[in-house]
């Protein structure tokens, strides 16, 4: 069961990863998260929704600034990257159900 798990996360992955930097050619240029910590909310709109996992890549690509990292950093290793991208697409798939994972 938890290798399904896995395999439907890394598969989303495999999946978003391409199309995710090209769909938000329109978007801001930079993200600002300022306010209020909710990990995952790479957008600052208040929810943790796709378009995270979207503003998620521009921020891996170099395509957004972000004030504070913490949001993005959902294992808490103090280091953003893609395995902090796989937990928010783990947690938009309801794989996971808190963030930040230390699991």
Do not use: R
Request: charged share 15%; hydrophobic share 45%.
């Amino acid at each position: 069961m938890k290798k399904k798990k896995l395999a439907a996360i890394f598969a989303a992955v495999a999946i978003a990863a391409t199309p995710v930097s090209t769909l938000m050619a329109s978007a801001e240029d930079s993200v600002d998260a300022t306010t209020t910590t909710i990990y995952g909310d790479i957008n600052s709109d208040g929810s943790i929704t796709l378009s995270d996992s979207i503003a998620f890549e521009k921020v891996l690509n170099g395509q957004y600034t972000l004030s504070d990292y913490t949001v993005a950093d959902l294992n808490v290793n103090y280091v953003v990257d893609a395995a902090d991208k796989q937990i928010l697409l783990a947690f938009l798939m309801q794989v996971i159900s808190t963030l930040p994972y230390t699991g």
